[in-house]
């Protein structure tokens, strides 16, 4: 998605813009606005990894269109043989091309059978494999956001709001050990997050359903999958060559 | 954001060709990808709401602007009278005029210390109020996706892709119930969120830190404040034209 890419190039912007701005002001808004700005660059880049995986998920989405696409030429065969059997039996009952053609059309069969078997079985297999490799991304992404959002607002505790009186001189900032150690702790939680730690997790009213099957399952591992499909893909692609 | 929008209305198109490309399909294919297409557009719903979250931060934001503009002149004008003193000083000291000028320096001192409390502290408030309330957005827009994600894959896990051999028939599809009940507990969950219900949660290194008193704090809490110091800035204005 182009328009995801423009997103978190403007979010980049805005981080820059933000600290150039807190730069020129008094200490406590130039470190946290310096901060902010890191933890803003932070979501930027995790966006710019999002698309990564997105363009992944849509890879594999295009290639049940090709399958969809490699099958049809074999529907198309059948289907000829058949109107072409109903014709000469039609027009030349007896013709001994017929028996020819009923022979092609069991062979055709055959292969369209086999044909529409790989369709189905490739088509839910890319499906819950595109699908599930998004909602991991998404669920990965949204919880970092999540917690980014969280440091953010730690970040904005520091900073001392109330009102001083004109000619009142505010008192002097002494965030910096903490500003530092918020982004200290926000790449940590960020660095350290896992699949087995995420916390969103749905609720779900009917109690036949066992969640641990894709709890296991790290993006990582369904990188391979993708790959393993892909792959397989690629060589039925030769073979159909 | 307007790469926000394109993004939220880009991925309602994805739901949309989605839940069409699965009604051809087959009853579980069809099933599932209609549903995937609900959790879809939902997704792109909440872009929508995010971006009209992101435009009032962004007007809150160039309000510190405009208050920064509008202390310029007082600066200015302080130093403008400064040099004029100087130069008298220097020129024609005995002038009376220098008397009324340091009488009117005083004047703009006072103005101007006004006018820089109020920078002080109006920079401090919006800039708080403002990333409060754009990170609070965040983290609910990212909560609620991380909730969609995991939906999304529970609909996932009713799709059996266990490879069917050639001419076999696919076991029939029984996942409707379960499928509309995901959709049901989705849009319950979705709905019933509140900040108090949020579950990423930053860890911080440090004890002195006090976060509950920001987590009671709610979004229409906060709405409320943008508002109030909208209101402020207005009033202001007013008295200064």
Known sequence: MRSIE???????????????????????????TDKLGVLIYEIGELEDQFIDRYDQYRITLKSIRDIEGSVQ?????????????AYLKYKDPQS????????????????SLVAEAQLSNITREKLKVAFNYQFDSMREHAEKIALIAGYGKALLELLDESPVTPGETRAAYDGYESSKQI???AENA?????????????TLSFAAHDEEEYDDEDLAEETENLKITEDQWAAE????A
């Open 6 to 32: 423009i997103t978190a190039s403007e979010r980049k912007e805005v981080a820059r813009q933000l600290s150039v701005w807190g730069e020129g002001n008094d200490d406590d808004i130039s470190d946290i």
């Open 73 to 85: 030429p074999s529907r198309e065969r059948k289907q000829k043989i058949t109107d072409q059997i």
């Open 96 to 111: 001994p091309k017929i028996n020819v053609l009923e022979q092609e059309l069991v062979r055709a069969e055959a292969e």
């Open 183 to 185: 982004i200290i702790d």
């Open 190 to 202: 960020l660095a350290t997050w896992t699949f087995d730690s995420a916390v969103v997790k749905p």
């Open 237 to 240: 692609d030769k073979v159909a």
